[in-house]
């Protein structure tokens, strides 16, 4: 069984910053793709950030340019640096990783992040 476990949510006033973090309880090498997606009250779950094993990394369109995603060399941590948060960015962030060949994905439980205006 894989679980993943978040941390760093929470409260923020607009302009400040946050770090996700989400730990894999497994085997790094089930999977080569690790990634953020968020869902805000109301809204679909969507995508903001993904890293593949090379560091390759791809954001949405509206975090781009604030958000940097990281992870550590074992695919075993992945990371979120969010700057610059808006309220808008006030979601629940989840923590995704998936092997893109065989299509096998495990989420988190969710982190709160809101942020205040």
């Known amino acids: 069984q894989v679980q993943l476990v978040e941390s760093g949510g929470g409260l923020v006033q607009a302009g400040e910053s946050l770090r996700l973090s989400c730990v894999v309880s497994?085997?790094?090498?089930?999977?080569?793709?690790m990634g953020w997606y968020r869902q805000a009250p109301g809204k679909e779950r969507e995508f903001v950030a993904s890293i593949i094993t090379n560091g390759l990394s791809n954001y949405a369109d509206d975090v781009k340019g604030r958000f940097a995603i990281s992870k550590d060399k074992y695919m075993k941590t992945v990371y979120l640096q969010m700057n610059a948060l808006k309220s808008e960015d006030t979601a629940v962030y989840y923590c995704n990783v998936r092997n893109s060949y065989s299509g096998q994905a495990y989420w988190g439980q969710g982190t709160q992040v809101t942020v205040s205006s």
């Open positions: 497994r085997s790094i090498y089930t999977f080569n793709v």
